[in-house]
């Protein structure tokens, strides 16, 4: 079983969406994945709740070790404490101030020798500071989750980019495909020691 945070103190970051999203990959993949809504907003759960995802959302970590693959803990908005699991997501959007509070947090996790997946989510490509945002993170080895409409309609029926009811929507086979290659990169990484840079220069 393989524990994941997606974790980033700044709300908006794209943490929950990340959560459901690949989760729903996972289970495309044949996994059984469990997310750990640690977030007092909720919106793991509101998901679940409300809507036809393929996989369990549960609000506090099983005391028990779980019957998952994976399980990903999404975590809340100004929550600074250090992440449990030794794979860390990082989202951040690609604003300055964004940008910078990621810096911050991931500052904190240098030490502890965690494993870092730095994402870079919703930059609008037409942007100047935007694009800069997105080569620099592209530098440190960030996965990119470009913006789409298709978030949006899939959180109106609480569902992940993965429902079939999605399968016509523009271009839902390449931001997919981008929840695959973060999925493939946290199951290698378990068998590999050491940690990504993920400071931005
Ligand atoms: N790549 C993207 N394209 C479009 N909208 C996005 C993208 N990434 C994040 N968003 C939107 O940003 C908002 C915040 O995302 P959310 O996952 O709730 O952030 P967090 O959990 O970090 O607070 C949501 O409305 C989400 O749909
Ligand atoms: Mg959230």
Not at 17 to 43: F, H, M, R, W, Y
Not at 180 to 200: C, D, K, M, R, Y
Request: net charge positive; proline share 7%; charged share 20%.
């Amino acid at each position: 079983m393989q524990l994941v945070s997606v974790w980033n103190p700044k709300g908006g970051q794209g943490k929950s969406l990340i959560a459901i999203n690949l989760s729903a990959a996972a289970v495309e993949l044949g996994l059984k994945p469990l997310v750990v809504c640690d977030d007092p907003q909720g919106t793991a759960t509101l998901f679940s709740r409300g809507g036809r995802l393929s996989f369990d959302v549960v609000e506090k970590m099983p005391a028990k070790k779980p019957n998952a693959d994976l399980v990903i803990i999404d975590h809340g908005a100004r929550d600074w404490d250090l992440p449990p699991a030794p794979i860390v997501l990082m989202p951040t959007k690609p604003d300055r101030s964004d940008i910078a509070t990621y810096q911050d947090a991931v500052s904190l996790l240098r030490p502890t020798g965690k494993k870092v997946i730095p994402i870079i989510t919703d930059a609008q490509g037409h942007r100047a500071s935007h694009a800069r945002a997105v080569r620099a993170m592209r530098k440190i080895g960030a996965f990119e989750l470009r913006s789409s409409g298709v978030y949006g309609r899939a959180a109106e029926d609480w569902m992940s980019i993965f429902d079939p009811s999605l399968n016509t929507a523009y271009k839902v086979g390449e931001r997919r495909s981008e929840f695959s290659a973060i999925l493939t990169a946290v199951l290698n990484l378990q068998n590999q020691p050491g940690q990504f840079a993920a400071e931005v220069a």
